[in-house]
Each structure stands twice: as structure tokens, then as C-alpha cells.
């Protein structure tokens, strides 16, 4: 007879095979979502343009396209800039600082709709992928030099030995990861660049007894933090600055205060969360997908004849390679001026190297090299899409008109109101144009000004700029985001479960800096 307790378990299993599991979309529909919706939006909002001004060193003039498209030249002086109502020293052009053409105040226009119809949804993430093909080659490039590596057995044995001597400290790997991404975000803005870092450090934290949020919230959300309050990075706050007409240095005081409270902040919320799964790992946000996590980083398949050996020289060697590249990547871009073709270039020459080094059959390398970019052809396409969305707006002409209608918001407001509600602005504004310089240069040219209407400084909007555009960004479908979740195969509900803390503390934690900021200037 079959017992009470068996029957309530089947009854049970019944049940649950009779309910439908509802499951969050991939990033491929919530993008292919928001195309769609992007395509909705250039049918209702308004079209317009600001004119748009470039520097062209050939000629050593300033070239001013109209809205219409009408294209005048004029000589390349502070004068000729006044004229056109741009503060900015002309200094900032000719030295190659602005190098991407940047809005003039008081030029907008309203254009003839431009809509986009259901054979531009294709076309956009096509026409996005083509566009984001240097970062898509660097990807597939890293992915193929983790292939090389894992297939010399050189991660596993270098894992076992890392385990055995981090027992028991295993949060100080956690700290130092999460400071150096911060104090890399900060001065050079290594964002998209953390990318290469997951396929090094994904697996130590797995060796360490650690889910996938801290994988995530160690490099991405602590380099997202050190980029919020960027006290010298060039792609951000230099840039900024520039288009709004002052020194890059007018408000580092209150941007190095904000990036220590945040990196304590940001570091302190991952040591909480670290010891809440190490106490009990079922509190994991990622908890039901532990296991498929695991298994997409196991490196334990790889290597199967280089393991008996140990941890020996040669993959010493190999790891002190694969590390190297990392090293190299970083001083290229702090001190090269890298981007995206030579930093593949430079993955694929060590990647070379350690096929060599490892003494692994010719054919076995290739193999692992190529299934290594297969693996990452997902994140790839990701970030071509997410691009897609933006070309949809921009071809639209409704980017600027969504500028036009923030700018009109702000006018006529009190100081500390007036820097708060810009900082919201640019929090809507991150949402659709998620690059830093992109917003800078179509943003502060127009937002800057209208400072000296409320008589604060605009070094407070730049802030305002940094602060809003990064909270947006920590959630973004059309940023970082969606590639970073997709290489590690998380779901983007679990990631706004635990980044949401985060985005509100640099809302209100940034909004006290501005308030304060403009009351102490004033």
C-alpha cells in the first residue's frame, strides 16, 4: 500500500508538472523588444536636430551642418565659436580633445517625421552589428585565447593550487578585484574592457565557493562605480568637461569624496551579500542556476592529458602569458591609446605565443581556439543589437528632440532643484544614448549653459551628467548589460534584484553631493 507521505509526493510532482514555469526573456527578445519599440517612437515623437559642429584639422576649419543638412565652414577661432554661442576654448577642438561632432546651443529644429517602418527592425540590428564589429572581434579574439589556454589543463591546475591557499580568506580576492576595477574605472573608464577579465577570474571565484552576482558585481558593478564618480577618466568626465566649457579639474574634490563612499559602498555590499552565501548558499539570487553556471565555466574537461603532471612550469608559464595579456591591455589603453583592433591584436599575438609554449598538437590548438570564439559569438551579437536600437533613434531623429524637451524641463528652476531634475534627465537620457562620450558631446554643449540662467557652475551639471547616465547604465538593456549577463548565462531579473540597492544609492547619495555642491558654490 503506498504510504501517506509517497502519495502527498506525488500529488506534488502532479501539480508542479501542471503548472507553467514562467521565464524571464532572453536578451536577444528584450532587445529585439525595444527595437520594435524604438521603431514605435519615430512615428510619435516629433523629429529635429540641433546643428552639429566638427573641427577639421585637415583644412583647419570648423564645419557647421545645419539641420537640413546644409554644410558651412568657418575659420577655426575663439571668435567664430562665440558666434555660434559654443563656450568652449577652441583649444579643445584643435588639440583633438573634441574630436566628435558636438551640438549648438539654440539650433534646434523641428524636421519632417522620419519613420521607420518593419523592414528597419532587421535592417537596424543588422546595420548595429556591422557598427559594433571592432568590440565583436575583440570578444570572439579573447574568447579564442580562453580556448588555447583551457585546453593545456593550465586553469585547472593553477585553480587547485589558488584554493588551497586562499582557504579561509577568501573575500580578499573579492576586495582586491572589486578596488582595482574601481580605481580602473575612475581613471580610464575600464568598462567595456572588463569584459576580457571574466573568463580569468570567473572560474577562480567559482573555485572560492562563490555564485555568478559576485562574479558580476566584482567587475562589472565595482568598475560601473568607479566610472559613476570618474575623477580623471577620459572618455567620461575629461570629455564632459570639454563640451561644457570648463577644466576637467572644476569639481575632482567632490568627485574623489564620491568615488571613495561609493567604492566603500559598492565593496561593503558585496562582502554582505558573500557572507550571506557562504552561510547559506540556497540565499543566492542565482541559486537555482548554480549548477548550468558551473558547468559553462568547468574547466575540469580541459586538459585531460596535462593534468597528471600538476601545477608545472609550463603552465606557470601559461597562466603568467594569459595574465600578461591583461597587463598589456591595460597600460595600451592608459598609455597607448589602445582600442578595441589593437587590444585583439595583442590577445591574438599571446594566444599565438602560449600555442607554441604549450607544445599541444597543432590541430588541438586551433580546435580550442575556435570553439573558445564560438562560445562568445552570443555576446557578440548582443552588443550589435543593443547598437541597432541606437541607430534606430538616431536615423529617426527623435534623439535630439528628446535633448530639446529636456533642456525646455530645466529652464527657470531654482539651483537645487534645477541640478537634481538634471540629474534625472540624464538618468532618462542614459537609457537611450548609453555611451559616455556619445552623451557628452550631444548633451553638454546644450545643458551646460543653461547653468549660468540659474548662477551655479556648470562643473555641477557635468556631475549631474556622470552621476545620472551611470545610475541608467548599472540597468540599461542598451548598454553593457545585456553582453556582460549573456556571457555569463544570467538572467537580467536576477541581476536587478540585487544591483537596484546600488542604483538608488547613487541617485540619493548623488543627489546630496549636487545639492551640497551647488550650496557651498553659491
Known amino acids: 500500500m503506498e504510504s501517506a507521505v509517497a502519495r502527498s509526493k506525488n500529488q506534488r510532482e502532479r501539480k508542479g508538472r501542471g503548472r507553467r514555469k514562467l521565464n524571464f526573456p532572453t536578451a536577444f527578445t528584450i532587445l529585439f523588444a525595444l527595437t520594435v519599440v524604438a521603431v514605435i517612437a519615430t512615428w510619435f515623437v516629433p523629429a529635429g536636430q540641433y546643428a552639429k559642429l566638427v573641427y577639421v584639422e585637415e583644412s583647419n576649419v570648423l564645419q557647421v551642418t545645419s539641420p537640413q543638412g546644409k554644410v558651412t565652414e568657418r575659420e577655426a577661432t575663439q571668435e567664430s565659436l562665440d ?35 518593419i523592414a528597419d527592425i532587421t535592417q537596424a540590428m543588422v546595420s548595429g552589428t556591422i ?29 587547485m593550487a589558488l584554493t588551497k591557499k586562499t582557504k579561509g580568506r577568501e573575500f580578499l580576492l573579492v576586495f582586491l578585484v572589486s578596488l582595482f576595477m574601481v580605481l580602473g574605472g575612475t581613471t580610464c573608464g575600464l568598462e567595456e574592457e572588463a569584459v576580457a577579465f571574466y573568463p580569468i577570474l570567473v572560474p577562480v571565484f567559482l ?60 565593496i561593503g555590499y558585496l562582502y ?36 597528471a603532471g600538476g601545477f608545472t612550469m609550463r603552465k606557470k608559464a601559461i597562466l603568467v602569458l594569459f595574465v600578461g595579456a591583461f597587463v598589456l591591455m591595460v597600460v595600451g589603453v592608459m598609455q597607448l591609446g589602445w582600442w578595441f583592433p589593437e587590444m585583439a591584436a595583442s590577445f591574438l599575438a599571446v594566444a599565438i605565443v ?4 604549450a607544445g599541444i598538437p597543432e ?4 580546435d580550442s581556439f575556435i570553439k573558445g570564439a564560438s562560445n562568445l559569438v552570443g555576446v557578440s551579437l548582443i552588443i550589435g543589437l543593443a547598437r541597432g536600437i541606437n541607430l534606430v533613434l538616431d536615423q529617426g531623429l527623435i534623439s535630439d528632440t528628446l535633448l530639446y524637451w ?34 557628452a558631446v550631444l548633451a553638454m554643449p546644450i545643458m551646460a549653459p543653461l547653468a549660468d540662467t540659474v548662477g551655479i557652475d556648470r562643473a555641477s551639471v ?49 543627489g546630496v553631493l549636487l545639492v551640497a555642491q551647488v550650496l557651498v558654490a553659491g
Open 131 to 159: 557598427d559594433g564589429v571592432d568590440i565583436m572581434v575583440f570578444i570572439l579574439v579573447l574568447g579564442g585565447l580562453i580556448g588555447v589556454v583551457n585546453a593545456t589543463g593550465a586553469f585547472e591546475s593553477g585553480l
Open 462 to 510: 557635468v556631475c549631474a551628467y556622470q552621476w545620472g547616465q551611470y545610475a541608467m547604465l548599472y540597468l540599461a538593456p542598451t548598454g553593457l548589460v545585456l553582453a556582460t549577463l549573456t556571457m555569463l548565462d544570467m538572467k537580467y531579473s536576477k541581476w536587478v534584484k540585487f544591483v537596484w540597492p546600488m542604483v538608488l544609492f547613487v541617485l540619493v547619495f548623488g
Open 354 to 357: 602560449i600555442m607554441f609554449v
Open 83 to 117: 558666434d555660434l554661442g559654443v563656450n568652449i576654448g577652441i583649444e579643445q577642438f584643435t588639440s583633438g580633445a573634441l574630436s566628435k561632432p558636438i551640438s549648438v546651443p539654440d539650433t534646434y529644429e523641428q524636421l519632417d517625421q522620419q519613420p521607420k517602418g
Open 406 to 439: 529636456s533642456s525646455n524641463a530645466v529652464q527657470g528652476m531654482q539651483g537645487p532643484v534645477f541640478i537634481i531634475v538634471m540629474m534625472l534627465l540624464f538618468f532618462l537620457l542614459g537609457f537611450v544614448v548609453p555611451s559616455s562620450s556619445g552623451l
Open 207 to 266: 573555485a572560492l565557493g562563490y555564485d555568478s552576482i559576485i562574479c558580476v558585481g566584482a567587475i562589472f558593478l565595482a568598475g560601473s562605480m568607479g566610472t559613476t564618480f570618474s575623477t580623471i577618466n577620459p572618455f567620461s568626465v575629461v570629455i564632459a568637461s570639454n563640451a561644457a566649457g570648463v577644466n576637467f579639474m572644476d569639481g575632482f574634490e567632490w568627485r574623489a569624496f564620491g568615488c571613495a563612499v561609493g567604492a566603500a559602498v559598492v
Open 272 to 307: 554582505w551579500y558573500a557572507r550571506k552565501i557562504k552561510k547559506n548558499p540556497e540565499a543566492s539570487y542565482t541559486y537555482e542556476d548554480r549548477e548550468h553556471f558551473a558547468a559553462l565555466f568547468d574547466v575540469e574537461a580541459a586538459g585531460a592529458g596535462e593534468r
Open 363 to 366: 590541430k588541438t590548438a586551433v
